[in-house]
């Protein structure tokens, strides 16, 4: 039974950082490209970043670009979503999702977590 469970959301200020994890388990991690989504209230689901299964190559939406950063430790079944200079649009319930290749398209993941709650404040 595979699980993506994140963890690390929370109440920040504007300017401020946040890590978040997801932690996976009962599927061979190391095969599988890794993507961050999230979604605000009364929007639809958003692509942030995605990394390929080594790591090696990474993809930002453009909102985020210079701010998020994504990582993954292959050893310890982990997934990271380094979050800095937060805005109060970057507020959302934010995702892990495992997938055959890193893509920018929801649909394409297979596995997904139940998600975090960020919240930025002005």
């Known amino acids: 039974q595979v699980q993506l469970v994140e963890s690390g959301g929370g109440l920040v200020q504007a300017g401020g950082s946040l890590r978040l994890a997801c932690a996976a388990s009962?599927?061979?991690?190391?095969?599988?490209?890794m993507g961050w989504f999230r979604q605000a209230p009364g929007k639809e689901r958003e692509f942030v970043a995605a990394?390929?299964?080594?790591?090696?190559?990474?993809v930002y939406t453009d909102s985020v670009k210079g701010r998020f950063t994504i990582s993954r430790d292959n050893g310890k079944n982990m997934v990271y979503l380094e979050m800095n200079s937060l805005k109060p649009k970057d507020t959302a319930v934010y995702s892990c999702?495992?997938?055959?290749?890193?893509?920018?398209?929801?649909?394409?993941?297979?596995?997904w977590g139940q998600g975090t709650q960020v919240t930025v404040s002005s």
């Open positions: 999702a495992a997938g055959d290749s890193v893509t920018r398209t929801s649909s394409a993941y297979q596995y």
């Open positions: 009962g599927l061979t991690f190391s095969r599988y490209a």
């Open positions: 990394t390929t299964s080594t790591g090696r190559s990474t």
